[in-house]
Every structure is written in structure tokens, then in C-alpha cells.
């Protein structure tokens, strides 16, 4: 069925929505195309491909609202489907926020280029996975391996509104990983290394993946508990992005206006040092979270949520905006089977001036975090305590790897007390250069 076809389609399903008694509808398609390959020890464990389509309609009988969901797409349900989801409306209680966006309208036609024409096949996607595998073995030092894995896949998502919005996004995804083990016995230790990308060209070389996860493997052996201290802390680039899921969550509009973030009260003020900027851009050309259209219809633009280290603005769909007094930011995300609500897509922090090594070259005693283990942060204090493991850093450089350990703070004060490096990648969808953190409390023996 083609893309007109699927549209016409969900416009007869809001049709019948509004034909069913609903003042108001919107109903979203997303359907994907999966294919992975996986290997282990040099042989092929699993090739599986999968496919699914799902539709949502949202209904609206005053400021009631209900959603139904389905798999596949079925005309001869519609009304059933519709008929279903107003009655369900009609007893649930009435939100004074519900409500299809008033800033919605047609999507335009900018090229995000999100689509990679060349689908590869099982034996490309293996040789992919088994190239990885192979050189994370050859890594003087791995002794077993988890497995790598390539993957491929298509989505597309389709939404209508009564209020007469119609838009498509589809977007393609490459991926490649492996995880090995260094050592042996009770000594062994793991380490992975991942990539993800819209385009093949842009996908990092398998054998580039494989041997940076044996590397890593290979260097967190021996790993100490250090005793406990309040030191400075330095995230790697791959752990770095969680402090921005973290500021993410404390400017999400739904959890403001709940009060339930630690920086309800903060817009207008400094949150972090002078320079500093965060950014949420969903126009990237090739981006991994991009969209011309958020899940409400409403265009999307990019964000400055930071800027010199003043908090600019929440993060916004229309019923949080609504309930908060203020308009919606384009960044409603939707699925199938619940309601919209605000989400990033491409968010990061901008690079810093100084180089990773210089951020290092002042410490005599300090903290390397590679990995974060649980979530351990309380989004109404911002009181902060996770699992970690890494490196120690003495006189300016890497030391003995560590394991075991808790680092500990609170988020507005880790917020304030940060520097990031100059060698910002956008590589995962949220990112960050190497950031440095002045003090923290590393628990250990």
C-alpha cells in the first residue's frame, strides 16, 4: 500500500471518529522493517527479521479524551474501533488540557535526508557482525567473546488530524556492536563498543567497533576499589550524554507542571557556568532522532534550552504548554497506544575550548567514569548517586581502571560546577564532549 493510500485511510478513520460523536481526532500509523544478524565466536547464532504496524486514534468529546490501538490497518474495523474509543471517552474524567495542537499545521518538505535507499541482506549484515567479532579477538589480551551484532531497519510513521494536518516521516538506521571479555576466572572483565547511524557510509568500520570494545576490555583489567574521597570527576563522551537525560527530564514540561522537577522554579536563571549551551536540534541533516514534525503536527525547530548557562525554556507539547501557559515547542513524541508527551530528539552539549587532555592536566587525584551502573537520581531534589566504573586519574593522566564504586552529588551543583571538552561527535542521539566536574563524592572501600 502506498504512503497516499495509508493517509487517505487515516483520514477515514478520524472521519469516522467524528461520525461516532468525538468534537475532535487524530490517529497516527507507525510501522517498521527490522533485520539483524548476530554472531558469536566466529559462527552465525541468529539472523531474524521482523515487521509490525500499529495504529492509534486518539479521540476528543469535549475536554474528554480516550485512545484505542490496533495492529495492522483494517477499514472494516473503523467504526467499530471509533465507536469504541468515544464511549470510552464519554466516562472518563474531563482534562482541561486535552486537546489537539493549535499549532499544528502541513508539514513542509525540507530534506532531513533520513533515508538510506540500500537495504542490506542477512550475509552483509553477518559479514558486518563477524568482521567486528574478529577484531576485538585479535586484541592482544580478549580471551572470550558476548557476541557482535549488525543491524538495519526502516520505520515510518504516518499522522492525520481532524483539524486537517496530514504528515509522513520515515527514516532508515544501520547499526553495528560487539561485547568481549579480557582475562580469565574471576578476573575477567567486559567492555562493548556500539554505532549507530542513518547511513551506511556514515556507520563507523566493523573493525573499528571491534577492536575499540577489546581495547577497552583489555584496559579495565586489575581494577582497584579505591577509598572513598571528594574529587574531581570526569565523564567519558559515552556517559557524558546522561547528565543531559537528566537535565532533560528536569525541563520536561509535563513533570514542571506536575512540580516534580528539581528545576521547576528556574527558568531565567543560571544553571550552569558562563559559555555553556544546550541544544536540542530536530532539523539535523542525517540526525539520529530527526523529524520534520512532532507527534502532534506541530513543525519542529531547534532549541536553545541552555544558552551562556541561563535556562532558556522548558520542553513543551501542547497540554503541558497549555497547563504551564505557554506554547508548545514542536516536541510532543507519540506512539500508538498513549497520548502525546514532550521529548528531545537531538539534544547535545556544545563543545568546550579546551582539549580532553588539558580538562585532565589539572588534577592530581581525580575520577575517569567509562560506565554508569542503575539509575539512582531523584528528579524532585536532584539528589544524584549512581553505579560507576572507570578509570583513576593521577598528576593529569589515566591510571589503574577502577570497579565498584558510587559517585554521588546533586545535580544542580554538578550542573553549576561543570566544563565540558572541545570533542563533542554526534554519534548517540543525545551527546556530549568530555565533561569535567569539579568535585563529586566517589564511595568506594
Same mark, same amino acid.
Request: glycine share 10%.
Given at each position: 500500500?502506498?504512503?497516499?493510500? $495509508?493517509?487517505?485511510?487515516?483520514?477515514?478513520?478520524?472521519?469516522?471518529?467524528?461520525?461516532?460523536?468525538?468534537?475532535?481526532?487524530?490517529?497516527?500509523?507507525? =510501522?517498521?522493517? !527490522?533485520?539483524?544478524?548476530?554472531?558469536?565466536?566466529?559462527?552465525?547464532?541468529?539472523?531474524?527479521?521482523?515487521? =509490525?504496524?500499529?495504529?492509534?486514534?486518539?479521540?476528543?468529546?469535549?475536554? #474528554?479524551?480516550?485512545?484505542?490501538?490496533?495492529?495492522?490497518?483494517?477499514?472494516?474495523? /473503523?467504526?467499530?474501533?471509533?465507536?469504541?474509543?468515544?464511549?470510552?471517552?464519554?466516562?472518563?474524567?474531563?482534562?482541561?488540557?486535552?486537546?489537539?495542537?493549535?499549532?499544528?499545521?502541513?508539514?513542509?518538505?525540507?530534506?532531513?535526508?533520513?533515508?538510506?535507499?540500500?537495504?542490506?541482506?542477512?550475509?552483509?549484515?553477518?559479514?558486518?557482525?563477524?568482521?567486528?567479532?574478529?577484531?576485538?579477538?585479535?586484541?592482544?589480551?580478549?580471551? *572470550?567473546?558476548?557476541?557482535?551484532?549488525?543491524?538495519?531497519?526502516?520505520?515510518?510513521?504516518?499522522?492525520?488530524?481532524?483539524?486537517?494536518?496530514?504528515?509522513?516521516?520515515?527514516?532508515?538506521?544501520?547499526?553495528? !556492536?560487539? @561485547?568481549?571479555?579480557?582475562? =580469565?576466572? @574471576?578476573?575477567?572483565?567486559?567492555?562493548?563498543?556500539?554505532?549507530?547511524?542513518?547511513?551506511?557510509?556514515?556507520?563507523?568500520?566493523?573493525?573499528?567497533?571491534?577492536?575499540?570494545?577489546?581495547?577497552?576490555?583489555?584496559?579495565?583489567? *586489575?581494577?582497584?576499589?579505591?577509598?572513598?574521597?571528594?574529587?574531581?570527576?570526569?565523564?567519558?563522551?559515552?556517559?557524558?550524554?546522561?547528565?543531559?537525560?537528566?537535565?532533560?527530564?528536569?525541563?520536561?514540561?509535563?513533570?514542571?507542571?506536575?512540580?516534580?522537577? /528539581?528545576?521547576?522554579?528556574?527558568?531565567?536563571?543560571?544553571?550552569?557556568?558562563?559559555?555553556?549551551?544546550?541544544?536540542?536540534?530536530?532539523?539535523?541533516?542525517?540526525?539520529?532522532? =530527526? $523529524?520534520?514534525?512532532? +507527534?502532534?503536527?506541530?513543525?519542529?525547530?531547534?532549541?536553545?534550552?541552555?544558552?551562556?548557562?541561563?535556562?532558556?525554556?522548558?520542553?513543551?507539547? !501542547?497540554?503541558?504548554?497549555? #497547563?504551564?501557559?505557554?506554547?508548545?515547542?514542536?516536541?510532543?513524541?507519540?506512539?500508538?497506544?498513549?497520548?502525546?508527551?514532550?521529548?528531545?530528539?537531538?539534544?547535545?552539549?556544545?563543545?568546550? @575550548?579546551?582539549?580532553?587532555?588539558?580538562?585532565?592536566?589539572?588534577?592530581?587525584?581525580?575520577?575517569?567514569?567509562?560506565?554508569?551502573?542503575?539509575?539512582?537520581?531523584?528528579?524532585?531534589?536532584?539528589?544524584? !548517586?549512581?553505579?560507576?566504573? +572507570?578509570?583513576?586519574?593521577? *598528576?593529569?593522566?589515566?591510571?589503574?581502571?577502577?570497579?565498584?564504586?558510587?559517585?554521588?552529588?546533586?545535580?544542580?551543583?554538578?550542573?553549576?560546577?561543570?566544563?565540558?571538552?572541545?570533542?563533542?561527535?554526534?554519534?548517540?542521539?543525545?551527546?556530549?564532549?568530555?565533561?569535567?566536574?569539579?568535585?563529586?563524592?566517589?564511595?568506594?572501600?
Amino acid at each position: 500500500m502506498t504512503t497516499p493510500d $495509508r493517509l487517505t485511510l487515516l483520514a477515514d478513520l478520524v472521519a469516522a471518529a467524528r461520525r461516532a460523536g468525538a468534537d475532535a481526532a487524530d490517529a497516527v500509523m507507525v =510501522s517498521s522493517q !527490522s533485520l539483524e544478524a548476530q554472531c558469536r565466536l566466529g559462527q552465525t547464532e541468529h539472523v531474524e527479521r521482523a515487521e =509490525s504496524a500499529d495504529l492509534g486514534l486518539r479521540v476528543f468529546v469535549g475536554r #474528554q479524551a480516550a485512545i484505542v490501538s490496533a495492529a495492522g490497518m483494517e477499514p472494516r474495523r /473503523f467504526a467499530e474501533l471509533a465507536a469504541q474509543a468515544v464511549a470510552m471517552a464519554r466516562v472518563l474524567p474531563e482534562d482541561p488540557f486535552a486537546g489537539l495542537a493549535d499549532a499544528a499545521r502541513a508539514a513542509d518538505a525540507d530534506d532531513l535526508d533520513l533515508v538510506d535507499p540500500v537495504a542490506p541482506d542477512a550475509p552483509a549484515l553477518t559479514a558486518r557482525a563477524l568482521a567486528a567479532e574478529a577484531a576485538a579477538l585479535a586484541v592482544p589480551g580478549v580471551t *572470550n567473546s558476548e557476541g557482535a551484532a549488525a543491524g538495519w531497519g526502516r520505520m515510518e510513521a504516518l499522522l492525520v488530524t481532524s483539524a486537517g494536518f496530514a504528515g509522513r516521516s520515515l527514516r532508515t538506521s544501520h547499526s553495528i !556492536s560487539a @561485547t568481549v571479555l579480557a582475562g =580469565s576466572g @574471576t578476573a575477567m572483565q567486559r567492555d562493548y563498543d556500539a554505532h549507530s547511524s542513518v547511513h551506511a557510509a556514515d556507520l563507523d568500520a566493523p573493525e573499528t567497533i571491534g577492536r575499540l570494545a577489546g581495547e577497552r576490555a583489555v584496559r579495565r583489567l *586489575n581494577p582497584i576499589r579505591p577509598r572513598t574521597a571528594r574529587l574531581p570527576v570526569v565523564f567519558d563522551p559515552r556517559v557524558a550524554g546522561s547528565l543531559l537525560g537528566h537535565l532533560a527530564g528536569a525541563i520536561n514540561g509535563a513533570a514542571v507542571a506536575r512540580g516534580t522537577s /528539581f528545576l521547576k522554579d528556574a527558568m531565567g536563571t543560571r544553571i550552569m557556568p558562563e559559555g555553556i549551551a544546550v541544544r536540542d536540534d530536530p532539523r539535523r541533516r542525517r540526525g539520529l532522532r =530527526s $523529524r520534520l514534525f512532532d +507527534g502532534e503536527g506541530v513543525p519542529t525547530r531547534a532549541l536553545g534550552l541552555v544558552e551562556d548557562g541561563v535556562l532558556q525554556t522548558w520542553v513543551l507539547d !501542547s497540554a503541558s504548554a497549555r #497547563q504551564l501557559g505557554l506554547a508548545t515547542t514542536g516536541s510532543a513524541m507519540r506512539g500508538t497506544g498513549g497520548p502525546p508527551s514532550p521529548g528531545t530528539s537531538n539534544l547535545f552539549m556544545a563543545a568546550g @575550548t579546551l582539549a580532553p587532555a588539558v580538562l585532565l592536566s589539572g588534577i592530581g587525584e581525580g575520577l575517569y567514569v567509562t560506565e554508569m551502573i542503575g539509575m539512582g537520581v531523584n528528579g524532585l531534589t536532584g539528589d544524584y !548517586s549512581r553505579g560507576a566504573a +572507570g578509570f583513576m586519574i593521577r *598528576n593529569g593522566e589515566l591510571a589503574e581502571a577502577v570497579a565498584e564504586i558510587t559517585i554521588a552529588g546533586n545535580l544542580r551543583d554538578m550542573f553549576r560546577a561543570l566544563t565540558p571538552a572541545d570533542d563533542l561527535r554526534f554519534r548517540r542521539g543525545v551527546d556530549a564532549p568530555t565533561v569535567r566536574i569539579d568535585a563529586m563524592t566517589m564511595a568506594g572501600a
